[in-house]
Each structure stands twice: as structure tokens, then as C-alpha cells.
């Protein structure tokens, strides 16, 4: 079957994690994960770091752990496990949820090394917008730039599975791209780059670049009123965090800030009802 277009950019990545020996190869391979550096300098231990320093500020922020020690966390979006490490030395139960197989691989193998391996499952998202888990099965379900590399359609889908699968009174903190000036530039070229990616051998070359390869993930702008909306009798408490220098704000949500926040994205933090 043929990949969406927005699969395909995503797909290479994962062919290219496969190719790698480890995932300290992948790491050291791979441009998109350190600024498009690459070499034998950089380790995994050093990328799994940068997600230790972020998910506590997360669930502090979001009081995504009030419910207790005994909680169960669906990651939507987890890649190689950068901050799925974390979430297993906090949370009872992880469910590391990806588009690509390759990069649940080495997800388990990041999280054997750096995190509490005996917490993980993995679940793979074949079709980009369902989790084959059943409702109310979780207390937590987190996702940090994934939605922004989604086509509307599925990007709206996956937002609905995550409420779908938190159980009444769990909480859902998902990340969004916010709308910027650049966006007429950046998502029509972003269109170009991922057919650029269908050429053999180009687009192997292109994910090892991680402007390429970022602009080839940019493939939808949502507002939170967009996304709120239809799930609106779902939840409660909604809010949209953001960067205080950001103006991203919805009618149906309490807007909050946050320093930590990249000025360029905004959460959808809710409970469920």
C-alpha cells in the first residue's frame, strides 16, 4: 500500500533507525536528533538526559501524577524514547505508542538501558490514527510533537483516541503546533520535501538532515478551538498552555503559561469526564 504523504518522512526515519546497530547509533547517525549534528561524540545517554530534564516539569505543570503512585501512562509519539525513560521511573505502567516498528525497537532498547524496562509495552500505530487499546484504560495520555506531523484528519483522530482511552477523572496533555507568520512558506514546502522523500536514495539523504527532515514532519496547523471542540462534552477543566510571549488562545479552554513552553507550540491539558 502506498504511504500517505505524511507517512513517508516518518517511515524513512525508522528504516534508518533500523539500519543502525544500536540506538547509540542512531544517535550518532542521525542529524535530526542534535541539531543536525552528527559523530562519535554524541551517546544516547546524553539524548535520554534532555528528556529526564523535561517530563518532571511536565507532570508538575500539568499535575499529570496527582491520582498516586499506581498510574497508568499511554506516550503517543515516544521515537527512540527520549522521555519514555523518564515516564517509566515515574509511572506504574508506560504504553510507548508509535507510527513506526523500527522506532518501537529501539524505544524498548533505550528503556532497558535508562529506564524501568519491566513497565513498557509498546503499541504500533499501523495506520497513523487509531490505538488499539480499550477505553479507560489509562490515567495519563501524553504526546509531545506528534500531532504537528499528522494530516488534520489524523491528527484529530489521534486526539480523540487519547480521550477515548483515559478513564473519567484521568487527565490528556497533548502538544500542537501553534500558527505562524511562516506557515504559507513552511507547509506547502513542507509538501514538496515529503515527495522529495518518495526518491530512492534522496530521501535516506534527506532524513540525516534535520531541517529537511523537519520541514518534510511539518504537515498541519491546528487551532485549540479546532480540536476542543468536538470534544468538548468529553472534558473538563480545559486549558491551553502556552509561552507567555505566544497570543495562542481558545474560547472554550482557561489559557495558562509557562516559561518552559516552546513559543512555537501550545498544550491541550484537560481531565476527562
Known amino acids: 500500500m502506498r504511504h500517505r504523504s505524511q507517512f513517508v518522512p516518518w517511515k524513512t526515519a525508522g528504516r534508518i533507525t ?15 536528533v542534535f541539531n543536525n549534528e552528527t559523530g562519535s561524540s ?16 511536565y507532570i508538575e505543570i500539568f499535575g499529570l501524577a496527582d491520582g498516586g503512585d499506581d498510574l497508568t501512562l499511554v506516550e503517543i509519539g515516544c521515537g527512540i524514547g527520549r522521555m519514555t525513560c523518564a515516564f517509566t521511573r515515574r509511572f506504574a505502567s508506560v504504553v510507548a505508542c508509535d507510527l513506526d516498528a523500527g522506532f518501537l525497537e529501539r524505544c ?35 504526546s509531545y510533537i506528534t500531532f504537528q506531523h499528522c494530516d ?4 484529530l483522530d489521534l486526539t480523540a ?31 514538496v520535501v515529503r515527495q522529495l522523500f518518495r526518491i530512492p536514495g534522496l530521501g535516506t539523504w534527506l532524513s540525516r538532515r534535520r531541517t529537511a527532515a523537519r520541514i518534510g514532519w511539518q504537515a498541519n496547523r491546528l487551532q485549540p478551538d479546532e480540536i476542543i471542540r468536538p470534544l468538548a462534552p468529553l472534558l473538563r477543566d480545559i486549558e491551553v498552555w502556552r509561552n507567555p510571549s505566544s497570543r495562542t488562545s481558545g474560547r472554550r479552554a482557561t489559557v495558562r503559561e509557562f516559561v518552559g513552553i516552546n513559543e512555537n507550540h501550545y498544550w491541550i491539558v484537560a481531565t476527562a469526564r
Open 18 to 32: 533500523e539500519q543502525q546497530h544500536s540506538a547509540d547509533e542512531v544517535v550518532r547517525a542521525t542529524g535530526w
Open 42 to 57: 554524541l551517546t544516547l545517554e546524553e539524548f535520554v538526559a534532555t528528556g529526564d530534564d523535561e517530563v518532571p516539569a
Open 152 to 155: 488534520v484528519d489524523d491528527a
Open 161 to 191: 483516541e487519547a480521550v477515548r482511552v483515559v478513564r473519567p477523572g484521568g487527565k490528556v496533555a497533548l502538544n500542537y503546533r501553534s500558527r505562524s507568520s511562516i506557515d504559507p512558506l513552511v507547509l506547502p514546502l513542507g509538501r
Open 108 to 142: 524498548h532498547e533505550t528503556v532497558a538501558r535508562f529506564g524501568n524496562v519491566d513497565r513498557l509495552a509498546t503499541l504500533h500505530v499501523k495506520d497513523g490514527k487509531s490505538l488499539d487499546l480499550p477505553p479507560n484504560s489509562a490515567d495519563v495520555a501524553f
